[in-house]
């Protein structure tokens, strides 16, 4: 359950320490570095991906799951399944598509625990935020970054620079990013593959936490990107950005000080707006809503019932419907996948 009125205010000295928030967020990635160097053994590798896994390493991964041996037929799923993503997230991703590709569960935290996203600073069409963690995490705060893809466009643009700024939150294509592990076990590598990610790339496949590749962004992400769309703090910063790029200023650093960020995070405070998937067009009868086509698991068919095989096949064409409606996937591309489920059946 969301947590209402002044009971958020408690979190408002963890999002509004924005000195320091670069290194902090710097320092939190190094460890996690320094973890996946010591997991590095079973980490699978776009070369094993691609055929050259050996056996013997005896990998797991939870495809279909439950936790078992990596075969080949995996692979040949994951190889599927990443060009897929590589294929409908190339050509860039805005606020609300990332919300809408997102998953249920994600959203639903979003909306219920995490209320606050301050901005911590801001450079080049790059801004940084500092939110709060949910009630369940060990640590008080996480930090996001946004990237506006399109802040040259906007800059060189004859927009006044506070139209442009509401339109890079609205309309414009984004990078994200964020410390949280969420981020790092479960999308960063589909932000990387996909060519969203606006931090440290990652290329182990994530055979374990997420080896269907579904879903985009964590809560603190989703939360960044509501006051994205139409967060009055943010869209000051980014006109500030557009004006001193205009401006050709040697430095063009903003720092958001604590006063500054205190005053966001009283507004924020007193209402914060849910994180809601909208569609264009009609409103589907479908739900949840998907990330992507999801591939119907095909080894060992013994130990799947019809059941679970037909209940697959009904999912896989909802979620081809809901790429098609989304934009992200052609007719072309729509009617060849679907030929193929129907030769399944």
């Not at 950005?241 to 924020?268: C, G, L, N, P, Y």
Request: one cysteine or more; proline letters at 4%.
């Amino acid at each position: 359950m969301a947590v209402k009125g002044n009971a958020r205010t408690r979190h408002i000295p963890h999002v509004t320490q924005t000195r320091g928030a670069v290194n902090a967020f710097n320092k939190r990635q190094r460890e996690h570095e320094e973890r996946r160097e010591l997991a590095k053994p079973y980490i699978l590798t776009p070369a094993d991906v691609n055929g050259k896994y050996d056996a013997a390493r005896t990998l797991k991964t939870t495809l279909g799951g439950e936790r078992r041996p990596l075969t080949a037929d995996d692979l040949a799923v994951f190889r599927d399944n990443i060009a897929t993503v590589a294929r409908h997230y190339q050509k860039g991703l805005t606020a609300q598509q990332i919300i809408n590709l997102s998953e249920q569960h994600d959203i639903k935290r979003a909306n219920d625990f995490i209320h606050y996203a301050v901005p911590s600073s801001a450079s080049r069409g790059t801004v940084r935020f500092i939110t709060n963690a949910s009630p369940t995490s060990d640590v008080k705060r996480h930090y996001t970054i946004v990237k506006f893809l399109d802040f040259q466009n906007a800059v060189i643009s004859a927009e006044e620079s506070n139209k442009a700024a509401g339109n890079l939150g609205k309309y414009g294509k984004l990078a994200i990013s964020c410390d949280c592990g969420r981020w790092n076990f479960w999308f960063r590598y589909i932000a990387t593959i996909g060519g969203f990610n606006a931090a440290n790339k990652e290329f182990g496949f994530p055979k374990i936490r997420n080896p269907q590749l579904m879903g985009i962004a964590c809560m603190h992400i989703l939360r960044t990107l509501r006051e994205v769309q139409s967060g009055s703090a943010v869209k000051a910063v980014v006109s500030r950005m557009i004006d001193s790029a205009r401006s050709d200023e040697a430095r063009q650093h903003i720092a958001i000080t604590k006063a500054e960020a205190q005053k966001v995070a009283r507004s924020q405070a007193k209402s914060v707006k849910d994180v809601e998937v909208r569609l264009p067009g009609p409103k589907p009868e479908w739900d949840p809503l998907r990330a992507r086509v999801k591939k119907k698991w095909t080894t060992d068919k013994e130990r799947k019932p019809a059941k679970t095989a037909d209940k697959a096949r009904a999912d896989a064409l909802k979620n081809l419907r809901k790429l098609k409606d989304l934009g992200q996937l052609s007719q072309a591309d729509y009617n060849k996948i679907l030929a193929t489920l129907q030769k399944q059946a």
